[in-house]
């Protein structure tokens, strides 16, 4: 995976964030673990994930104007008109990624809004009628695995459930799913159980190719949206 630690990482960050936990709320919350006791522990989990991301990938969404915005005063799904719960969303229109601030939401759903960022930069890359026939590919065999029964990380489950057995799946949620996994198995500001386990990562092999591709393609590509100028990998 490309990676240059000698440059300088920048990022828009926001935060939108109030302590809304009482001390007994903590106390006596069964979920703990998903809370933010204050806004540095969040900025500090926030900037280790950003650290550990490929550096090319932090260096495009700064110089195309893009934000990250860390929210827990905004309700995404009442200003997106959705009618089901969200972890945060991409806005094309607005360059904007909002995810929401708790600890579950930021360890699953940032590197899945990268992706989205991603393919955005590579011109809608998800588009591509090849990206759908390799992805419908290997959506089959994954699928046929798990109906057999055969045990995979709850990670795993979780997106074979949502994604490889709804039809109506849009390839670049596909495509962001595939991508989110790739950063995070890289990503040691991580925890373990946001990855895939050794027995699932062998079903992505392939599909990780076509990821490191586009790192490639997003160093070496000078401005988004526009033609590529691929070369043969063999």
Known sequence: MLSHPEEEKIMKIRYSYI????????????KNS???????????????????????????FDETGWTLHITNTK??????????KIEGI??????????????DYIYSA????????????????????????????????MTKDYMKKIKFSSIFSDLIENNLLNSDIATSEAFSDIMSIYLAQSNTAIPNEYKLT???????????IYMER????????NSPISNLTLYNYG
């Open 34 to 60: 998903e809370m933010f006791l204050n806004l540095e522990e969040l900025k500090t989990t926030i900037t280790s994930i950003i650290d550990n991301l490929p550096s090319i990938i932090v260096k495009r």
């Open 198 to 208: 050794k027995n699932d990562i062998s079903y992505f092999d392939d599909l990780f």
């Open 19 to 30: 302590n809304t936990y009482s001390i007994s709320d903590y106390i006596f919350s069964n």
């Open 90 to 103: 991409t806005d094309f229109e607005q360059k904007i990624i909002y995810i929401y601030a708790r600890k």
């Open 110 to 141: 940032i590197m899945h809004e990268f992706g989205h960022f991603i393919d955005w930069y590579l011109g809608y890359i998800s588009f591509d009628i090849r990206w759908d026939n390799i992805f419908n590919t290997y959506k089959e065999t």
């Open 214 to 221: 586009c790192l490639l393609c997003l160093e070496y590509q």
């Open 75 to 84: 309700e995404l799904e009442k200003i997106y008109n959705l009618d089901y």
